[in-house]
């Protein structure tokens, strides 16, 4: 079909984007116009941990620059097959904190829920990318138990969907989940953990939107961005119909070598966010998991970049430094009020 019958043809819905990913390293390279050099090392790192984006994330990529920051997030790469000294395959030891499939309770107040195994983008940093994610998203035929141990713990106030990508599942689904949660009276507040609003905008829909906003709990959503570059002006529009429909919308951002790891970057991601009504919630220093030490920084450094993101923004816009550290009672807020340099 001629390229502007197609523009004519009405916007592809989410379903039909999610469904029509990028998983081939060869046809990445090509909608990027890059060499094929990168090609046997992207195969033999793929088969650890596949390749996947939305082909919007790809257009938001610089063509021919094979160190675009959003490239770099999801191209896999040779460097990723060399095992590196204290990296884990489970840093976070989360098989300790999984008392039924499909749930992890590492916190006080919260528990945090797998409703799909499903991501629309690998992210190569992932710290779950050697989790068993199969065995332990148990489908619908694993709610029964999750929500048991929920109503039984009247300590749980929040109940987090996260991943895979809770989004990544269509709304009679999210609904028919929270609707389990509506008579368990100890629950207070419904979060969603997603990285679909940054890389399928279209997956913000009007019906999406009423159902965060009639379900009768308190509604938060912590989206998943790491440079300005990603928000583009689809991306803004979709995080300005959360913010006006009265949802808090926060955002996480993992510290990534070559791909953040300027001030600069940091500050613009922060001011972009806030045009699109999103706030900072946490800078997280990289989790330690085998094929992600590449994207490792020293520690100084961190601290350095978060010291000039402290001098340069409004507090509100200054994310809070964190680690997680198996076995302790929350992330760990590292202070940089600790950092001489
Ligand atoms: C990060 C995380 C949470 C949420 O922690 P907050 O500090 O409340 O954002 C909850 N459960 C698990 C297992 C987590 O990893
Ligand atoms: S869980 Fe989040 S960070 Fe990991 S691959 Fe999926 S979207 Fe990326």
Redesign the pocket.
């Known amino acids: 079909m001629p390229q502007a019958s197609r523009d004519l043809k009405k916007k592809r819905s989410w379903q039909e984007a999610l469904s029509d990913l990028v998983t081939d390293p060869k046809e990445l390279l090509t909608l990027l116009e890059l060499h094929p050099d990168w090609l046997d090392a992207a195969y033999a790192a793929a088969r650890l941990f596949p390749l996947k984006t939305t082909r919007s994330f790809v257009a938001r990529m610089q063509k021919g620059n094979p160190h675009d920051p959003l490239l770099r997030q999801i191209l896999p790469l040779g460097i990723e097959l060399q095992e590196s000294e204290g990296f884990e395959r489970d840093p976070l030891k989360e098989a300790n904190v999984n008392p039924v499939p499909g749930l992890l309770h590492k916190y006080a107040g919260r528990v945090l829920v797998t409703l799909t195994s499903a991501?629309a983008?690998?992210?190569r940093y992932?710290f779950?990318r050697h989790f068993p994610y199969a065995e332990n998203n148990p489908g619908r035929a694993g709610w029964e138990k999750m929500i048991t141990y929920i109503t039984a713990d009247k300590t749980i106030s929040e109940v987090i969907l996260s991943?895979?990508?809770p989004l990544a599942a269509n709304d009679r689904l999210l609904k028919q989940f929270t609707d389990q949660l509506v008579g368990i009276p100890h629950i207070k507040r419904l979060r969603i953990h997603t990285?679909l609003p940054v890389v399928l905008p279209e997956r913000i829909t009007q019906a999406l939107i009423e159902w965060m906003v009639q379900v009768p709990f308190d509604t938060v959503m912590v989206i998943?961005a790491n440079h300005p570059q990603e928000i583009s002006s689809e991306v803004k529009a979709a995080l300005l119909s959360l913010r006006q429909a009265g949802i808090c919308v926060l955002n996480q951002t993992v510290l990534l070598r070559a791909i953040n790891d300027r001030a600069e970057t940091l500050i613009a991601l922060s001011e972009i966010l806030f045009e699109a009504g999103v706030l900072p919630y946490y800078l997280h220093v990289l989790d330690k998991v085998q094929g992600a030490a590449h994207f490792d920084l020293e520690r100084d450094k961190a601290f350095q970049l978060h010291a000039a993101l402290g001098k340069a923004l409004p507090g509100y816009l200054v994310p809070r430094l964190v680690c997680e550290e198996p076995g302790k009672a929350s992330k760990t807020v590292l202070s940089t009020a600790l950092f001489t340099g």
Request: hydrophobic share 10%; aromatic share 0%.
């Open positions: 991501c983008v690998h992210c992932c779950r991943g895979g990508d990285r998943h």
